[in-house]
């Protein structure tokens, strides 16, 4: 590749120059190609390992060309190459275009000047054209990093490289200094020390854990274990910041191997201001990635928002009367601000609110301020930017992309009458319970609000709850008047204490939409949900059917759910959100969880409420194999491990934690614990996140820690914690008693004692509150590596079990198979095929057909590991195999189909109860491949001896065939004609009228001559052929014993001369596939082959190293490119 040009001082050090004229050198790195240079193998081996170990632009091109003049001792690098054949075109360009034009300057200053110009000009010519702005925006030594890293593990141009880092590997108790390379898809390693390489390429979708950790025998190093290794890495520069990005590109890989996922390049992202060194376009996207996630979880907003940029500020609070100091962020939707100082103040501020924003007048002691004005009438005022102008400008431009909201955050009681569609009210539920009469549910539509007013005081129930309850409201009442109301509020660790104390009946819903981020998505898509349902609804679909089975056994013990109206409404949220997101559908305990939130919200705030819970704090909890659940049951293990390390070895002991985590989870308690106590539960839980749950979970484990280490079986335990959570009460509820149904584990004569919800609440806090959301999420993020790789070996081991009645393989095998088939399908998902990852790989399906690939995967595979190779007809049997597999014509063929074709277990005539016939030409094809199988066999001249017997054979009967067909079209004027072995017998070499079939007989000859793979042999003479022949005396050379070298031009000729040369096929001609079949079992030769179990597990060790051999081979292709041009 051509180079700004550079200078060099010493152009001999550690080089070897190749050629050269008056003008440039063509110069070689020591040690690379054959040898180690003029000095012997020592300098060589020296080079190689400086190369690897420092960080100079030679490590990556190994050749190079020095503009030099005659006067000057200062060299100019203009070109690179990482190949001879690179450099070399290079080379001759500058002779044929250059060299005859400064031949004629005078001056070499004005030599060098005219040739960097001309180089210069070349770049910036092929930086033009690119196409590609990922390497447009990296820099020049980074792209010839991402050259090396394909070039040395064999990888096409698709496989992006992410970042490089030097450091050491540890092989056994030797480091090996070397470079890491992180791509997107893979993790490699290469080091050369001493002549002695380590080359290392472990795909990320095979990492099982992932961790960073300091021992005496490795200091602060990554671990990277896989299936069957493990792999240490240490000595980084900045250890914490590559291990992220190896969390990151881990994280991607684990997501596609869960719902197909892929990564793609962000093109939205902005571009970098400056050149940044030695940082790729990618590592930019994986770091803004990064960013975006953690500032959407901090704030609980939408997937969609994209961080701008952050900067250091103050934030002026008026219920505090001081300057909170802090973090100001800028998306495209929102201005969100975090206090330094944890649970401090936190501020979300939605674009659709704001109504003015300037800058007021700076002062010594308010330095750069803006004020930001809302529609509500709130005031906030921002100080100490430091860059306030084009903060400013930021927001407006900002403000002008946003459209005009579709309604204000000012009341947001004021949604709840309104109707998501035309035919159905939206009304919440919790307040119907009340025996109110309504003249039609349109007037109960409007007048919802008054149903709450009346629906929450009842006359039988006690005082004190009710003035408790009165209480709360007023204490939120204060709090909003001094913090404000609705999603602009100021959110405090005071705010948290009012939600540890319970949250009103009557805010409870508002609440809840507000602190899960859900009120923001329903504001940014007014009227989507109505639009939804009518979608939805009247579809049938796997989801459907599911959600009608559960509709009437969600919270049937409630009076809202008694009644078609409440099922009709739970009917049409779990229908609106599985349309929505056909990827999670519909899954149990979506329909618990969806009843609740149905209590206190409209259908369209409960639909809201259910999409933040399924898509962003409870991800991946309720897809078809509730991985998240998992992953988090995993995270519980770990936490009651570390903080109750006694009960933690007895529960592992009785299998408990695993049983009990996920109903728990799940279900948020609402299905363990009564109702009115579960409820606070998740009024933590939408304020906190799932900390609040773990830290419950843990409390619950550590009341009940004597009894369950007394416990002897699962059963004891699971009926000790049942009816602990049975007996959590809540006494300040003002609802009406709702029974719970799992309180019939409860028994025993003793009642057992009563536990106070909010007792519970705050030993949690007291135990466990030291628990913080990101050590959370770092914890899952180690659970997740483990539990989807240990899924995709369940799916293997029922694969395999599914298929070990229809193969004809063993367990090994079939095992072996499986990984092969789903490294060439992930292999395609990201370096390119011709269907996209989600139609090759569902994981909805069942195990057997969740991965699929197309006709080229299925081609290398066979080329691979079917038992013959055919030669030039290999992909022509494999595509027609693959049409045949493909039974349902969709281009794709999973993993059952491609056993199938392996193992031959069915063939077309199995699945079509229907004759199959060929014709002469495909009969003539099916002679060339058969003769082809056996090209390396050691009994090859039996079994071509035997192939030429059956085809005389087939020949006969399809003559013999074409009589009988023709016998009823035509009359017989003549005598009969003799039998076909006579007349190829006598007619002779000239005889101007063939015999009949001859036409067959010529064109069978001219396949098996096509079919040689060596030249011709001396012709036998006649009576050897009569000796051999056997079965038939038919001619193709009076015989069919002959083998396939020993076949002639001049031979073919015999009995078919005049058909030589544009003969007509004769379409009357034709045999069955069983006439075929029966022919072949005739030679015993023939049914040996194809009976010898053939072995599998070479060839699939041989596809296993392509990899590797496609690294030695282009690790070596400069040393045959060395020895060519010598």
Request: glycine share 6%; aromatic share 10%; net charge negative.
């Amino acid at each position: 590749m051509w180079i700004q040009p550079e200078e060099v001082l010493l152009a001999g050090a550690l080089w070897v120059s190749e050629r050269a004229n008056p003008f440039f050198v063509l110069q070689r790195r020591r040690g690379h190609g054959r040898g180690g240079g003029l000095s012997g193998e020592s300098p060589g081996l020296l080079v190689g390992t400086l190369d690897v170990v420092l960080d100079s632009s030679a490590r990556v091109a190994p050749y190079r060309i020095l503009l030099q003049t005659a006067d000057s001792q200062i060299y100019w690098n203009i070109a690179c190459g990482s190949s001879r054949k690179e450099i070399t075109e290079h080379w001759d360009w500058l002779e044929s275009n250059l060299l005859q034009t400064i031949s004629i300057f005078d001056n070499d200053e004005d030599i060098t000047t005219f040739v960097k110009g001309k180089i210069s000009g070349i770049i910036a010519e092929e930086n033009r054209l690119k196409q590609d702005e990922e390497q447009e925006e990296d820099s020049g030594k980074f792209r010839e990093a991402e050259l090396k890293m394909r070039k040395l593990f064999g990888m096409p141009n698709e496989e992006k490289l992410v970042n490089y880092y030097s450091c050491s590997y540890w092989k056994g108790r030797v480091p090996r200094q070397g470079w890491l390379y992180l791509s997107v898809n893979h993790l490699c390693f290469y080091s050369f020390l001493l002549g002695k390489e380590v080359t290392l390429v472990v795909p990320w979708t095979e990492v099982t854990q992932l961790e960073k950790n300091a021992t005496l025998l490795f200091p602060e190093s990554v671990r990277v274990s896989t299936r069957h290794t493990e792999h240490f890495f240490s000595v980084f520069l900045n250890i914490n910041d590559t291990f992220k990005l190896m969390e990151q590109l881990a994280n991607i890989a684990m997501r596609q191997l869960l719902d197909n996922e892929a990564f793609l390049a962000d093109r939205s992202l902005p571009k970098p201001c400056k050149t940044l060194k030695n940082v790729s376009a990618l590592k930019r996207d994986f770091d803004a990635r990064a960013k975006n996630e953690r500032y959407r979880a901090m704030f609980r907003l939408t997937q969609d928002e994209r961080l701008d940029g952050h900067t250091d500020c103050t934030l002026w609070t008026p219920f505090a009367k001081m300057h909170v100091v802090g973090q100001l962020f800028i998306s495209n939707n929102y201005i969100c601000f975090n206090s330094r100082e944890e649970d401090l103040c936190q501020l979300i501020i939605p674009l659709r609110e704001v109504s003015i924003v300037e800058k007021a007048d700076s002062s010594s002691v308010l330095p750069c301020p803006v004020s930001i004005s809302t529609k509500n009438k709130m005031n906030f005022l921002f100080a100490n930017l430091k860059d306030r102008d084009f903060l400013v400008q930021r927001i407006s431009d900002f403000l002008q992309r946003t459209p005009d909201s579709w309604t204000s955050d000012v009341s947001p009681l004021a949604l709840i009458g309104h109707s998501v569609c035309n035919s159905e009210p939206c009304f919440c539920l919790f307040f119907l319970i009340p025996p109110l009469t309504y003249s039609s549910p349109r007037h109960l539509s409007f007048q919802a609000s008054t149903v709450r007013v009346y629906g929450v005081m009842s006359e039988d129930r006690s005082f004190l709850p009710q003035m408790k309850e009165k209480m709360k409201e007023e204490s939120w009442n204060i709090h909003f008047s001094e913090f404000g109301r609705g999603v602009c509020m100021y959110r405090t660790s005071r705010t948290r204490d009012l939600v540890l104390n319970g949250i009103p009946e009557r805010l409870r819903g508002e609440l809840w939409l507000l602190f899960s981020g859900a009120q923001n998505e329903m504001a940014s898509h007014p009227g989507y949900y109505g639009d939804l349902v009518e979608q939805a609804m009247g579809l049938c679909s796997l989801a459907t059917e599911e959600i009608e089975r559960d509709l009437h056994r969600s919270m049937p013990e409630h009076r809202a759910f008694q009644n078609e109206m409440g099922i009709a409404a739970l009917r049409r949220v779990l229908t609106a959100y599985a349309h929505r997101n056909p990827g999670i559908g519909y899954c149990q305990a979506m329909n618990i969880v969806t009843s609740v939130l149905l209590l206190y919200c409209t259908e369209e705030e409960a639909f809201w409420l259910l999409v933040a819970l399924c898509e962003r704090m409870l991800p991946d909890y309720y897809n078809t194999r509730v991985v998240g659940a998992l992953v988090d049951q995993g995270v519980f293990e770990d936490l009651t491990r570390a903080f109750l390390p006694l009960l933690y070895e007895h529960m592992q002991d009785l299998g408990v934690i695993s049983t009990i985590s996920l109903s728990w989870f799940l279900t948020l308690f609402l299905s363990v614990m009564p109702f009115d106590s579960a409820v606070l539960l998740v009024d933590c839980f939408f304020y906190e996140g799932i900390k609040v749950i773990f830290q419950v979970a843990l409390a619950v484990l550590h009341d009940n820690m004597d009894a369950l280490l007394s416990c002897n079986d699962e059963g004891e335990a699971m009926t000790i914690l049942g009816r602990y959570l049975d007996n959590v009460v809540n006494k300040q509820t003002v609802s009406p008693p709702i029974p719970h149904l799992h309180a019939l584990l409860t028994s025993g004569d003793e009642p057992p004692p009563e536990i106070d919800v909010f007792d519970l609440i705050k030993s949690s806090y007291e135990r466990f509150g030291s628990l913080r959301s990101d050590v959370i999420e770092q914890m899952r993020f180690k659970q997740r590596l483990k539990v989807i790789q240990s899924l995709e070996d369940t799916a293997k081991r029922s694969v395999v079990r599914a298929m070990m009645t229809e193969s004809a393989f063993s367990i090994e095998e079939l095992e072996e198979l499986y990984c092969l088939f789903k490294s060439q399908h992930m292999t395609s998902c990201y370096w390119g095929s011709t269907s996209s990852a989600a139609e090759r790989h569902d994981p909805s399906l069942p195990y057997l057909e969740q991965y699929r690939i197309d006709p080229l995967q299925f081609s290398q595979l066979y080329a691979a590991l079917a038992p013959w190779t055919c030669g030039g007809h290999t992909s022509t049997l494999s595509a027609r195999l693959f049409r045949l597999l493909d039974q349902n014509q969709d281009g794709l063929v999973n993993f059952k189909e491609f056993i199938t074709g392996l193992s031959e277990s069915r063939s077309r005539a199995q699945r079509n109860p229907q004759t199959a016939c060929i014709l002469i030409e495909q009969f003539i094809e099916l002679c060339k491949t058969l003769y082809n199988l056996f090209g390396e066999e050691p009994l090859e001249q039996e079994l071509y001896h035997s192939i030429a017997t059956v085809a005389s054979l087939l020949l006969r009967i399809g003559e013999v065939g074409k009589k009988f067909t023709n016998g009823g079209k035509k009359t017989e004027t003549a005598a009969p004609a003799p039998p076909p072995a006579q007349t190829a017998s006598v007619s002779p070499l000239g005889e101007d009228e063939p015999a009949e079939g001859a036409s067959a007989e010529a064109q069978m000859c001219r396949a098996l001559a096509d079919a040689q793979l060596e030249p011709g042999a001396p012709q036998t003479s006649d009576e050897e052929i009569k000796d051999d022949t056997s079965v038939s005396s038919y001619s193709m050379v009076s015989s069919g014993s002959l083998p396939c070298e020993d076949i002639t031009d001049e031979a073919v000729l015999v009995g078919g001369s005049e058909q030589r040369r544009g003969s007509v096929l004769d379409v009357d001609w034709s045999i069955t596939f069983e006439q075929v079949l029966a022919s072949l079992l005739t030679e015993p030769p023939l049914v040996d082959f194809f009976e010898r179990k053939m072995d599998i597990q070479a060839k699939m060790a041989a596809c296993k190293a392509q990899r590797a051999v496609e690294r030695q081979t282009s690790s070596t292709s400069d040393h045959e490119l060395t020895q060519h041009s010598t």
